[in-house]
T-cell receptor
Framework: DVKVTQSSRYLVKRTGEKVFLECVQDMDHENMFWYRQDPGLGLRLIYFSYDVKMKEKGDIPEGYSVSREKKERFSLILESASTNQTSMYLC???????????FGSGTRLTVV | SQQGEEDPQALSIQEGENATMNCSYKTSINNLQWYRQNSGRGLVHLILIRSNEREKHSGRLRVTLDTSKKSSSLLITASRAADTASYFCATGHNYKLTFGKGTLLTVNP
């Protein structure tokens, strides 16, 4: 089975810190995604990547950046964490169009 | 952006009963997918139906798609307590998948 691993389940960071959320998939998938999930708002797409070194903005990219130096790893970066970035962050990957996504277990980030 | 909207927001049934959840969306799609999320965990892909398909089955799951009405339904038959979770529909277009806010299903033993 495809596995998507997010490096931390829970993370607490201080306002203004630079935060790295790491995601690794083990099935050579081209496409990787970062979502955040908030109560009442559902899942919202932050960034996605369809190839190494390629990135595309999703619906809410402000305050975030991403890095994809290797095919298996897609990192989400909060340049200067703020309290409104407290959320559940979900990474996903997929093989190609018309395939389902495989999600990681999520990272619950709290910014204090 | 196109977004699936699930209905109802919450559903509570007894074990053994069937559960039906509906999803409506606004624009054209390549496919529609259903996912399950157990509390505090990642999402699990259940089933994908392409825009040229009308019905699909997987075990106790049955999904229908009506592109003329821009709607889909997920039926879970003979529900079990372990089916308790949030269920999301997601509409796929090109590389992106857009999720609805989910239906919280509670199956009481």
């Amino acid at each position: 089975d495809v596995k998507v691993t997010q490096s931390s389940r829970y993370l607490v960071k201080r306002t203004g810190e630079k935060v790295f959320l790491e995601c690794v998939q083990d099935m050579d998938h081209e496409n990787m995604f970062w979502y955040r999930q908030d109560p009442g708002l559902g899942l919202r797409l932050i960034y996605f990547s369809y190839d190494v070194k390629m990135k595309e903005k999703g619906d809410i990219p402000e305050g975030y950046s991403v890095s994809r130096e290797k095919k298996e790893r897609f990192s989400l970066i909060l340049e200067s964490a703020s309290t409104n970035q407290t959320s559940m962050y979900l990474c996903a990957s997929k093989y190609a169009a018309n395939y389902g996504y495989t999600f990681g277990s999520g990272t619950r980030l709290t910014v204090v | 952006s196109q977004q699936g909207e699930e209905d109802p927001q919450a559903l509570s049934i007894q074990e053994g009963e069937n559960a039906t959840m509906n999803c409506s969306y606004k624009t054209s799609i390549n496919n529609l997918q259903w996912y399950r999320q157990n509390s505090g965990r990642g999402l699990v892909h259940l089933i994908l139906i392409r825009s040229n398909e009308r019905e699909k089955h997987s075990g106790r799951l049955r999904v229908t798609l009506d592109t003329s009405k821009k709607s889909s339904s997920l039926l879970i038959t003979a529900s079990r307590a372990a089916d308790t979770a949030s269920y999301f529909c997601a509409t796929g277009h090109n590389y992106k998948l857009t999720f609805g806010k989910g239906t919280l299903l509670t199956v009481n033993p």
